[in-house]
Nanobody, 116 residues
Framework: QVQLVESGGGLVQAGGSLRLSCAAS????????MGWFRQAPGKNREFVAY????????HYADSVKGRFTISRDNAKNTVYLQMNSLKFEDTAVYYC?????????WGQGTQVTVSS
């Protein structure tokens, strides 16, 4: 079993940046592909970004491509989401999850609020 804890959310002005972290428990973290998702008020949860276990493969939702960067440090059991050029519509609770495609394990989420 894997436990995930997100952090790094907060209030930021449009155009600003935040870096989210997802700390994972378990010695097999380095073997898991990881994903970031988000859910805005009144909307369904949506995919944001994916990273393979080695970090060698990444994928992004079109809405964040070129602005967000997913990365990982397997030595620290942590996945990151660097978010730049934030927009009001990026406001949501952000979750990390694993493993694809079912994503059985989820963190509790971290709130990101972008003021326009």
């Amino acid at each position: 079993q894997v436990q995930l804890v997100e952090s790094g959310g907060g209030l930021v002005q449009a155009g600003g940046s935040l870096r989210l972290s997802c700390a994972a428990s378990g010695r097999t973290f380095s073997s898991y592909d990881m994903g970031w998702f988000r859910q805005a008020p009144g909307k369904n949860r949506e995919f944001v970004a994916y990273i393979s276990w080695s970090g060698g493969s990444t994928h992004y939702a079109d809405s964040v491509k070129g602005r967000f960067t997913i990365s990982r440090d397997n030595a620290k059991n942590t996945v990151y989401l660097q978010m730049n050029s934030l927009k009001f519509e990026d406001t949501a609770v952000y979750y990390c999850a694993t493993p694809p495609p079912e994503y059985l394990y989820w963190g509790q989420g971290t709130q990101v609020t972008v003021s326009s």
